[in-house]
């Protein structure tokens, strides 16, 4: 990410909040300093109907170019979900200085490596049951893969692989029994225990019969 801050200010040279703003000026830290790279007049932006703000909102993406970080005072409504749906970073900046700045960016950097973090743990956990050290014993904890922030469900992980493995037993771990598990059962001729762990998840091995 280019290590640069778009700044919203008023007609009087404060900094402002959307439907205030006048002038958005681009500041980069170049030959370490935060210096104006650039001004942009917006006034007006927030006049209108809900499309021509947006109309105006993507124009202003286009001019921001490799700009991602957008201070002011309480950016909200249709011009924060214009930017954030974009890939911008959105933040509230009540007093403008230099160290300021810096201290920002550094806060949106530090919060970026930790998504990051977060997103390469994800990758890490099994989105489908997967064979334990004994053969035909399958382990799926699906606790931990809902809370990764992935759109898998329960029945788009548990459905396929009850349809094509060849497993004897099968473990899940879940915050609860999932509501179509018992008919998917009752149809499949399976039997299942249920039992409560200490952590309050729910244990569910599934035996299937030969």
């Known amino acids: ?4 801050i778009a700044v919203l200010w008023d007609k009087d040279k404060k900094l402002a909040s959307i439907p205030e ?3 958005l000026t681009v500041y980069s830290f170049d030959r370490g300093k935060w210096q104006a790279a650039e001004s942009l007049d917006v006034t007006g932006l927030f006049e209108g109907g809900i499309s021509s703000v947006r109309n105006r909102a993507l124009e202003l993406v286009k001019k921001l170019g490799n700009c991602k970080v957008i201070a002011g005072r ?3 409504g249709v011009l924060y979900n214009v930017f954030d749906s974009e890939g911008f970073i959105i933040s509230e900046l009540n007093v403008f200085t230099e160290e300021g700045l810096e201290y920002l960016y550094s806060q949106i950097a530090e919060q970026l490596k930790g998504m990051e973090r977060e997103r390469e743990e994800a990758m890490q956990i099994p989105a489908a049951p997967s064979e334990t050290e004994v053969k035909g ?3 799926f904890d ?3 893969l809902k809370n990764t922030g992935t759109n898998h469900s329960s ?3 548990i459905i396929p692989f009850l349809n094509t ?3 004897r037993h099968l473990e899940i771990i879940c ?3 999932m509501p179509w598990f018992e008919e998917e059962m009752k149809k499949r001729g399976l039997n299942y225990i249920v039992k409560e762990r200490d952590d309050k998840k729910v244990s569910i091995l599934i035996e299937k019969k030969y």
Request: proline share 0%.
């Open 137 to 139: 014993d399958y382990f």
């Open 21 to 23: 703003a006048a002038e």
């Open 74 to 76: 309480n950016i909200t």
């Open 165 to 167: 493995a060849e497993y």
């Open 175 to 177: 915050d609860h029994v």
């Open 142 to 144: 699906f606790s931990l």
């Open 155 to 157: 029945k788009s992980t």
């Open 1 to 4: 990410m280019e290590k640069k």
